[in-house]
């Protein structure tokens, strides 16, 4: 026994240690990284991926309208689609994360929805017409008739105004809702199909404050169950009507609910409004990206919102996948940064040189190209050069590692020749350049641009040393809350109104919003402000135009890339529109989706 | 106790382990809800993580921690807790609003049944193994056997799941991996759902098992080996019966109940200590209820999670204690 | 060393001769030193430094120094000469054998941290075990990543044998009330799922490598705490307790110089099988996330980036796998011919 355990243990050691027994070759070495491994490898790697000439991407046919004759058009088709988690109810009151949103778009609708270019556009399907107090305190929404919820009840101008003291209501855990609607000052009801907005303060924003989620009064309103449970989401009765039992009144009704595998919506045929065209949806739940992908590939899914950039453009291009699937590419609103804490809490970053110094120093399109497959774009600041909130004359700061060192010369950090590392000296001491960048888990991408960072920081000329911590999206959020980090990675998706910047950026928003750097720029402050509350577009995209020129200067972030859309779909798919959502979650969106009768698959 | 002599002593000192086990319950539930309330980040916060794209103001927040007593003190907050469960309630999940107890209940099966399968097939493979080992001590048989069973033993149960996942799940696609059934379960006939049941829980029974297998088939021959020396197996071999017989019938009958003291304090430990195995698989039992609660900051099915987990261990050593004491008659129970 | 204190001076050696007897155990003990070798050469085996140069004119030995400079005082008497003192220097870069330049590599001529060369390549001449996700040569991660476990092992199981040796002792040798207390206590904190405690307490500590050891040592000390105290029990009865106590020896003389001492050897075997649970537990954190945070290299984060990769880089699972195998055999293997030498009443089972 014991000669044959051991010849394997020897076995076993050679693969880990007598491997260095290996000749090397020292001119490989001696080569600089990238041409040493081009030189070594015939790998794909080496093939630069381009989306514009994969023949899969965008093709044509996906983006083709419903035709006219509905007999062209399959009619009891089932659609397949990922959703990458459980959702956690679905009352949309409570709706807590993106799942939560998906899972809800079938069954619930909103009056006033953003389109495929993000613009404001009313519901026909649930508004007849609407009007705004010159004095814009004032809206007005008059209803469509027959309205009626999946249980036949009638849908009034009562249910408006019991969501929104629903989810106002203290002992309502709404996380989502309670900012924007607060806003109003009062919901009445006019009668059964007119309901009044009265607003506390005349802002921009408020076409977007009430259109929040509808729930049925006389469900959520029952007065034996709302005294037990006043928080509309514990015990058995509402732990029906927020799941299995949920009652809604958009064009699908929650068919069933297996929990963590799917759920099926079958289409309402009692819908007033535009019917879709699909019978059936199906929300197959997956997590896992790549069993998502096989599952695509064996024909079992439809549509998937988000492939990771490996998969776009590594794992997408063999016959199996081109047997069932296309792929839609196109820019989304989203942007990944580096958040630089300006507070004064660390030495460094309340140099507006020293962040324009990391910004230089950080090689962006190398994370495009070998993060993102050349996918992602570099972002441009806090919008979209796609958006009219864009300013064309931002220019870009270089990647330009001389120009970094000479701005940190000037900051005062200065190279110690004798450790290789900058140093400042401060309050009598000298500070070593060292900082620590947080990274929420999970966000596996976050953590190779930090190695890379890392890496690019530590050689000359530049010498400053970056620590990276990986934690809980959670202690994430409360780390950046409390203003607990030097910098960190994170993307914001820049919604559909620029309203949302003044949480981020209004130095008001230090303490409670999310302004978790402490950024603080007068102008901008005066900007915000304006920005709330200019009703003439051309004035309001002049306004946000030069907010994100000074917040590019200033660089109270890097900004990194541009978040793309990277979806997969069934070929017999059709009547899509890319927009900076996705494909799907915008109005109409995947609501006039169809398939070619001909090409009908799951009946 | 002294005080009523007729108590029996079996009963006394069962009542002393009850007494003794209620003082552990209670240190472990107010150690737990210490290190819950210490861990940073709260309920409030990890249910804003995911509107990254919704601002959400302070007042929300505020009113979201009221809503889950955060604002109250922790001994308060402690007493509630304590104050439902002496009505048996284990309270609402912090996450998504369902009833605790119900939550478990669909995390137990699928862990659960992984638990008894694999005790079912580590006992099936490691008592024949043991037996033989035994009857052949020291045979080559033995020796070969015992070796690998060593390695064996010595390989992590993640490890082994890695290691199945990349070779029988992504090179050869013989067994899939991820979750407890496919796709298109619901359409499959009866025999197909059992195949399909089958198939997904290939892989991480036989994680499960691997480690015990070795263990058991270990303590089998070790028992055997005791049992076999002792006399009155010496007064049935005199008797004339077979090598076979005497250790098939009497031997391993006598070697079975230690087995049972070990299932008693392993199974909790089956149940409790699948995190990563569950997690790699994609499981949906209560391993993976356990991490995900952690995730999410969900306080309440935490303590229930640790509450139910402790209780199981302290029962099973009882039982353990108990059917160590059937055996063995030297063991007294004062 | 405090075998001159015990009562049988020869203690250790006679442990020693017998444990060469356990062929088994040898082996398990070769491959524990072997390791300890990778872990503390592991600069001169695996880096982006040579181990002997020569640049512009001048002789340096900058993996040798990098590999002296671990040791904790040592560290700070010896330093790299200019210019391998910068840690931006990259002397790959600078190198020129034009100028008459030449290099003596380590045999894996590349850094743990270091973006060799193109993301996720599979084995190749260069890169015998391939690449990671950001280009990093595996091979050299494996290496450093063993003297991570090996710190985490030792380190976590040294705070363990603290622990453990002071509750077990106290509740031994006090007995009453301390000794039912604190066998409760023992009795709680096994009670938890460990896994509960470990990720509880690191969602407090930032998960640094030296609280991933704290934390494992705090979580793993019940087992030691009980050995401990058996023995102690076992020996408080004993004639030389006795004596000592005749001769008027304190407390705590009897403890340290005459009780610890004793229950010692019996201890080891706790910790050796501890050190492999501790590299486990190690992996198993480092692969949900909580433990060594990267870039730094750790056998279970190498795993985990495994997991990610399942189906483009296949090539990234097995190291780690074998190397943590490897590990845990071979500790398991020592601690079991330790046992079958110090306590030959419990020959032949496991653990």
Redesign the interface.
């Known amino acids: 026994m014991?000669r044959s355990?051991?010849t394997s243990?020897a076995i076993?050691?050679s693969?880990?240690?007598a491997?260095?027994?290996?000749k090397?070759?020292?001119e490989?070495?001696?080569r600089?990284?990238d041409e040493?491994?081009?030189k070594?490898?015939t790998?794909t790697?080496?093939v630069v991926y381009d989306p514009h000439k994969d023949p899969l991407v965008n093709q044509p046919d996906m983006f083709q309208p419903a035709p006219q004759n509905k007999a062209e058009i399959a009619s009891n088709e089932t659609l397949i689609w990922q959703l990458d988690g459980s959702p956690t109810n679905l009352n949309p009151i409570f709706q807590s994360a993106v799942v939560d949103q998906m899972a809800v778009d079938p069954i619930y609708q909103i009056p006033f929805t953003g389109d495929a270019k993000m613009n404001w556009v009313v519901n026909k399907d649930m508004v007849e017409s609407y009007e705004e107090s010159p004095d814009h305190l004032v809206w007005t929404v008059k209803l469509k008739p027959g309205l009626t919820w999946h249980d036949g009840q009638p849908f009034t101008a009562e249910d408006f105004r019991f969501s929104w003291q629903a989810i106002n209501d203290d002992k309502v855990p709404s996380p989502a809702y309670k900012t924007a609607t607060d806003q109003i000052a009062d919901v009445q009801a006019i009668d059964a199909r007119t309901i009044r907005f009265v607003t506390k303060e005349a802002l921009a924003v408020t076409r977007w404050n009430i259109s929040y989620p509808i729930i049925p009064k006389h469900i959520y309103d029952n007065p034996v169950e709302r005294k037990a449970h006043p928080d509309l989401i514990s015990g058995p009765y509402y732990n029906k009507y927020n799941r299995e039992g949920v009652v809604g009144f958009g064009p699908y009704k929650l068919a069933q609910w297996i929990p963590n595998d799917r759920l099926v919506y079958e289409r309402w045929e009692d819908y007033k409004g535009t019917k879709p065209y699909f019978k059936r949806i199906i929300m197959k739940i997956q997590p896992d990206p790549?069993t998502t992908l096989l599952l695509f590939k064996q024909g079992q899914l439809d549509y998937i919102e988000r492939l990771t950039s490996?998969q776009f453009a590594?794992?997408t291009n063999d016959s199996d996948f081109a047997a069932n699937g296309r792929k839609a590419y196109g820019p989304q609103w989203i942007y990944s940064y580096i958040g630089w804490n300006m507070d004064g809490s660390n030495p460094f970053f309340s140099d507006i040189r020293v962040r324009r110094a990391m910004t230089c120093a950080l090689d962006i399109q190398r994370i495009i190209r070998?993060?993102g497959y050349n996918l992602p774009q570099q972002a441009h600041g806090i919008f979209h050069p796609d958006s009219w909130m864009y300013d064309p004359t931002i220019k870009l700061l270089p990647f330009d590692r001389q120009l970094s060192a000479k701005l940190l010369d000037k900051a005062g950090w200065k190279?110690n020749?004798?450790?290789?590392?900058r140093y400042k000296t401060v309050n009598g001491k000298p500070v070593k350049f060292e900082f620590e960048i947080l990274i929420p888990?999970?966000a596996?991408t976050s953590?190779?641009v930090?190695?890379?960072f890392?890496?690019d920081l530590?050689?000359?000329?530049?010498?400053v040393?970056l620590?990276?911590?990986?934690?809980?999206w959670t202690?994430f959020q409360q780390m950046t809350h409390n203003h607990e980090f030097q910098a960190c990675m994170a993307a914001w998706g820049s919604g559909t109104d620029p309203e949302g910047e003044w949480n981020i950026w209004h130095s008001s928003q230090y303490n409670g919003g999310r302004n978790y750097g402490g950024y603080k720029n007068a102008r901008a402050d005066q900007l915000l402000d304006a920005g709330r509350r200019e009703f003439d577009p051309a004035k309001r995209a002049k306004i946000y135009q030069e907010l994100s020129h000074i917040i590019y200067d200033d660089q109270p972030y890097t900004f990194m890339t541009n978040a793309p859309l990277l979806s997969a779909v069934h070929k017999r798919l059709r009547g899509m529109q890319l927009s900076p959502v996705g494909l799907a979650m915008f109005y109409p969106g995947w609501n006039v989706w169809w398939v070619p009768a001909n090409q009908a698959l799951r009946q | 106790m002294r005080m009523i002599p007729n108590i029996p002593p079996m009963a006394r000192y069962l009542m002393r382990r009850f007494m003794?086990g209620l003082?552990?319950l209670f240190?472990?539930t107010i150690?737990?809800f210490v290190?819950?309330k210490?861990?940073?980040?709260d309920p409030a916060q990890a249910r804003t993580v995911g509107l990254q794209g919704k601002r959400v103001s302070e007042r929300v927040y505020q009113q979201l921690r009221e809503y889950y007593g955060l604002d109250q003190p922790v001994y308060v907050q402690y007493y509630n807790w304590m104050d439902r469960l002496c009505h048996l309630d284990f309270g609402t999940s912090f996450y998504d609003g369902r009833a605790v107890a119900s939550k478990i209940r669909d995390a137990l099966w699928p862990t659960m049944s992984v638990a008894i399968l694999s005790i079912l097939l580590a006992f099936i493979i490691s008592t024949p193994i043991g037996i033989y080992s035994a009857a052949r001590q020291n045979g080559p048989f033995d020796r070969s056997v015992s070796t690998t069973l060593?390695?064996v033993?010595?390989?992590?149960s993640?490890?082994i799941g890695?290691?199945l996942?990349?070779y029988l799940g992504?090179?050869l696609e013989l067994f899939p991996f991820r979750g407890m059934h496919s796709d298109n379960y619901a359409q499959l006939s009866t025999l197909g759902k059992c195949i399909d049941l089958g198939r997904h829980y290939f892989m991480i029974t036989v994680c499960e098992t691997v480690g015990s297998l070795?263990?058991y088939s270990?303590?089998v021959r070790?028992n055997l080996l005791e049992v076999i020396r002792q006399d009155y197996i010496r007064t049935a071999r005199a008797k004339g019966l077979s090598e076979t017989q005497v250790i098939l019938k009497h031997a391993f009958v006598n070697s079975l109940i230690p087995f049972i003291t070990l299932l008693g304090l392993t199974f909790p430990a089956l149940l409790?200590?699948s995190?990563?195995l569950e997690?790699?698989f994609n499981w949906p039992g209560l391993g993976r209820l356990?991490?995900e609660s952690?995730l999410q900051r969900d306080y309440p099915t935490?303590m229930a999670l640790?509450f139910i987990?402790?209780v199981m261990?302290?029962a099973g050593t009882l039982l353990a204690d108990l059917a160590y004491g059937l055996v063995d008659p030297r063991v007294s129970y004062d | 060393m405090t075998e001159q204190n015990t009562k049988s001076p020869g203690f250790w050696g006679r442990i020693w001769r017998q444990f060469r007897h356990y062929?088994?155990g040898m082996?398990g003990l070769v491959?524990v030193v072997?390791m300890f070798l990778?872990a503390f050469f592991a600069p001169m085996?695996a880096s982006e430094r040579p181990i002997l140069c020569r640049f512009d004119g001048k002789l340096y030995a900058p993996a040798v120094i990098d590999t002296f400079r671990q040791i904790p005082l040592v560290g700070r008497v010896i330093f790299h000469s200019?210019p391998f003192?910068?840690?931006?220097?990259?002397f790959?870069?600078e190198?020129n054998?034009r100028r008459g330049d030449w290099?003596l590599?380590t045999?894996?001529?590349?850094g743990p941290?270091?973006?060799?060369?193109?993301?996720?390549?599979?084995p190749?001449?260069?890169?015998?075990?391939g690449t990671d996700?950001?280009?990093r040569d595996i091979?050299s991660r494996?290496i450093h990543g063993t003297s991570v476990s090996m710190k985490v092992g030792f380190i976590s199981m040294g705070i363990a044998v603290l622990i453990g040796l002071f509750f077990g002792a106290i509740a031994g040798y006090a007995g009453g009330w301390t000794d039912i207390s604190i066998s409760?206590?023992i009795?709680?904190i096994?009670?938890?799922?460990?896994?509960?405690?470990i990720?509880?307490?690191l969602?407090?500590f930032?998960?640094r490598i030296e609280n991933v050891m704290i934390v494992i040592g705090l979580t793993n000390w019940v087992g030691i705490a009980r050995y401990a105290r058996g023995e102690i029990i076992r020996l408080r009865g004993s004639d030389f307790t006795t004596a000592a106590r005749a001769l008027g020896a304190g407390h705590s003389r009897i403890i340290f110089r005459h009780l610890l001492p004793n229950s010692l050897a019996p201890v080891m075997i706790s910790v050796t099988f501890g050190i492999?649970t501790a590299i486990?537990v190690e992996?198993?954190l480092s692969?949900?996330?909580f433990g060594v945070?990267?870039?730094d290299p750790s056998w279970g984060n190498m795993?985990r980036s495994?997991?990610?990769n399942?189906?483009?880089a296949?090539h990234l699972?097995?190291?780690p796998?074998?190397?943590?195998?490897?590990a845990?055999?071979a500790f398991?293997?020592v601690g079991d011919a330790l046992r079958d030498v110090i306590d030959p009443r419990l020959q032949?089972?496991?653990k």
């Open positions: 014991t355990t051991l243990f076993l050691i693969l880990l240690f491997l260095q027994a290996c090397q070759n020292i490989d070495i001696r600089g990284p040493s491994s081009t070594s490898t790998s790697q080496t790549q490996q590594r794992e070998e993060l190279m020749p004798d450790d290789g590392w888990q999970g596996a953590e190779k930090a190695a890379i890392a890496n530590k050689a000359e000329p530049i010498g040393s620590k990276t911590r990986v934690i809980e202690v | 003794t003082v552990t240190g472990i150690i737990t290190i819950i210490l861990a940073p980040g060593y390695m033993y010595s390989i992590p993640y490890v890695m290691l996942i990349l992504v090179k070795a263990y270990r303590f070790q409790s200590g995190v990563i997690t790699m356990f991490f952690v935490l640790n987990t402790a261990v302290l | 062929k088994l082996v491959i072997v990778v085996l200019p003192n910068r840690a931006s220097f990259v790959k870069q190198f054998p290099a590599w045999p894996i001529p590349f941290l270091e973006m060799a060369a193109l993301p996720l390549q599979s190749s001449r260069l890169h015998m075990l996700e950001v280009g091979l494996m409760r206590f009795e709680i096994m009670c938890f799922p460990t896994f509960f405690l990720l509880g307490i969602a407090w930032p998960p492999a486990l992996a198993g692969w949900l996330g945070q990267p870039p795993l495994g997991y990610d399942l189906f483009t296949p699972i097995p190291p796998c074998v190397a943590i195998f490897i845990v055999l398991n293997l032949g089972s496991m």
